[in-house]
Structures are given as C-alpha cells and as structure tokens.
C-alpha cells in the first residue's frame, strides 16, 4: 500500500521525510491528531534495517500516542520522530540541531521528548533549535525525572483496581508482586511498602535487588516464578509482551496493574485476561503519569499540579472498570473506546470558530 493509502486508513495528519546531507540526518516525523491539542511524541535514535521499518515505527507509535493522550484526558494530539541512525556513534550536535530546526518549522504541532536512544542531554540541544521539547531537567524549568511521577500513576490505578475487587482502595495488608524493579518498579515497591504492602519483587539483574534490600524490606522470588505467584497484584515493569495464552493461565493474582509498556502480546491475552475475571488495568492508562507530568511543561510546570493530575489516574481506571463492566468487554477495549469516543466529541465541540483559543486550556 502506498504511504497516502496507509495514512488515510487510520486517520493521520501530516508524514514528514527530513534530510539534512551535511550532518547526516535522516529522519521520519509523523504527526497523527491534533484534535485535542498539539502533538506530543519521543524522539527514537535508531539504526533501523529499513526505511519501511522506521516508517513502520513512527506510524504505530504517533498513533499510539493520540490513544494514550486521549485516553489519560490530556489536552494533547499523538505524534512521533524517528531518526533513522547509521550507528550510535552517528550522533552529533550537527545533526541534533538540523532535527531540531525540523521540529521548529511545525511550528508547534509537534513536541518532542526523549524516548529509546536519546537522552535529556540530546533535548536540551534540540531545544537549542526549537522551543517545542519537552521532558527537561528541572533545573531547566522542565519536569524532571518522569519514573517517579509513572510510579505514582500505577499505585493510584492500583488503588482503583484494589477498590473494585475488594471496596477498599487501601494498600495495607496487600501482597503486591513486582516483575522489574528498575526506575518505575523500585519506585512502586517503595511507595506501596510506605502503604504497608508485603512486597514481592523479581528482577533478571541481581544488582537492583541488592539495591532495594538496602532501602526497605522486600520478598525475592525468581524471575521464572513471579507469575505465578500468590499476591492480590501482579505489577508488570520490566518489559512488554508479558500477557499471553501461555501465561495468563498461570496468573494467581485477581488483578494485573503496573507501568510496563504493551503487556498484552495480543486481542486474545486481554480476552482471556476478562475471561478468566482478572481485572485488567490497561496498560496505555495506569503508564501514563509519567506522560501527564510532561505535558504540565507546556503551561508551565508546576510539581503540585502535575502531582494532582497524575492522582487522577484513580478516577481513570476506574471509570474504565465500569464501563468495562457495563459493556462486558475487556477492560483493554473498554479504554480504546472510551478514548475515541472523547476524540469524537472534542471533534464535534471544535467546529466552531473561535479567536485565540487555547488548545492547552484545560
Ligand atoms: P528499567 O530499564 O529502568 O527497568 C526495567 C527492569 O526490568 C530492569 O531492572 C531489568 O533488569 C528488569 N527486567 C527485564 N526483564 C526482566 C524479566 N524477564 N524479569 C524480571 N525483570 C526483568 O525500565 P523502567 O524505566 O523502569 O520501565 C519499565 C517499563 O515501564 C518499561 O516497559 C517502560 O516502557 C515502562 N514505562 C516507563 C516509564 C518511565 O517513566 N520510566 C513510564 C511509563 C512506562
């Protein structure tokens, strides 16, 4: 299918090809909707074997993005740059800058963040270039290390999750069961320890373990074992593709919530997941704190507001649940729905014209 034939299928707005010979880029931006706002989307620094793969990327991932933004109530439309990388060593300032510049033309369609292969010293010289980054330090006026704000987000959902299963939103006495405890997952365990949950972590690297040890108590069971574990919940962070037919089956928790990217391997892993009356906090949702801590940037941070709305994911997944339950589908389908129905409205709301309104107000 040719590109115009795939952007018209789902919807996107603008594909941009950028190259700029004398410092080497080579980059695709994609920007799907902006219906609520301007897009927001990671810069991926990858050496990818193909132009069609990268294309592949940035297209899934801009529309992804609108999904997560909608779907976290934000004000902001799903974008993505990819870079498409000779190697890692392909990385200069030249070329950072020249992206940058690409970045400014859109004039604020489009702000970028960091995301695989780029760090928050490469957004700070892209912004040499460009007003439109976001996800910079806060000494810089950004919003600082978005982990902590992501782990809050899933201990909230968490909090729903617990309330629909059991009426009672509280931690205490809970058995909580951790797979990945890197920036978000540590951070999830010592939050819920603080809450007076049993802690029970896995981790592939032995060095992160012993790391947690030292701050607080906490169960260790093997990587192999933490599915099945007795817990009330299974928190996924460590990488994606966790829920599948092999693995739903060996669930003993009533609830699956944590902040790992695309858990689901496919449709069928969320069906069984209903199925099988595990509830599901989708993924796209409980994840998105540290999203919503970035987009507090673009109004100006402020940590108590941006703290507040990440608390919000409570009412979020929650909502969910009930819809869920009243449309008897899979928590994962329950949110899309609930996303593109609140991209349908705005559309029909933004008909009108009005000067100088704000597509950030909120
Ligand atoms: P991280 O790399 O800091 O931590 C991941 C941890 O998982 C590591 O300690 C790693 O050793 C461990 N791990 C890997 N495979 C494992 C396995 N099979 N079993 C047990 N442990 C394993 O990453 P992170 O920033 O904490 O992110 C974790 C997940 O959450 C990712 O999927 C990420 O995309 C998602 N996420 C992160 C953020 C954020 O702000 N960092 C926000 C939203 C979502």
Do not use: W
Request: glycine share 10%; aromatic share 4%.
């Amino acid at each position: 299918m040719n590109l115009l034939d795939r952007m018209s299928e789902h919807d996107y707005e603008q594909v941009l090809f950028a190259l700029d010979d004398p410092s080497g880029l080579k980059a695709i931006i994609a920007i799907h909707d902006t219906t609520l706002g301007p897009a927001m989307g990671g810069v991926r620094f990858k050496a990818y074997a193909t132009e069609e793969e990268a294309l592949k990327d940035v297209l899934q991932l801009s529309r992804a993005m609108t999904l997560k933004a909608s779907a976290a109530g934000l004000n902001l439309g799903g974008g993505q740059a990819v870079i498409l990388a000779d190697s890692a060593a392909g990385k200069s300032e030249a070329l950072l800058r020249a992206f940058g510049r690409q970045i400014q033309a859109l004039s604020g369609r489009l702000f970028v963040a960091e995301d695989l292969g780029t760090t928050v010293e490469d957004m700070e010289t892209i912004q040499q270039e460009t007003e439109y980054v976001a996800g910079l330090r806060k000494s810089r006026g950004g919003s600082g290390e978005p982990s902590l704000k992501a782990a809050y987000g899933v201990i909230r959902g968490i909090g729903a999750c617990l309330l629909h299963v059991h009426g009672d939103p509280g931690l205490r006495g809970r058995v909580l069961a951790i797979q990945g405890v890197g920036a978000v997952g540590r951070e999830i365990a010592r939050q819920a320890s603080e809450e007076g949950a049993r802690v029970i972590v896995a981790d592939k690297d032995p060095r992160r373990i012993d790391d947690l040890k030292k701050h607080f108590e906490v169960q260790v069971v093997s990587p192999d074992h933490i599915l099945e574990t007795e817990c009330d919940v299974f928190c996924p962070c460590a990488l994606g593709g966790v829920l599948s037919e092999t693995t739903v089956p060996r669930l003993r928790a009533k609830i699956v919530a944590g902040a790992a990217n695309n858990q689901l391997v496919d449709e069928n892993a969320g069906k069984l997941l209903f199925e099988r009356g595990i509830i599901y906090a989708p993924d796209f949702v409980i994840s998105a704190g540290g999203l919503i801590n970035v987009a507090e940037e673009l109004t100006g941070y402020d940590e108590n507001l941006a703290t507040l709305r990440v608390g919000k994911l409570y009412q979020r997944i929650e909502a969910i649940l009930k819809v869920s339950e009243e449309r008897k589908i899979p928590t994962h389908l329950a949110a899309a729905q609930m996303a593109l129905e609140r991209l349908e409205l705005m559309r029909k709301v933004r008909r009108t014209y009005v000067p100088n309104a704000s597509s950030l107000d909120r």
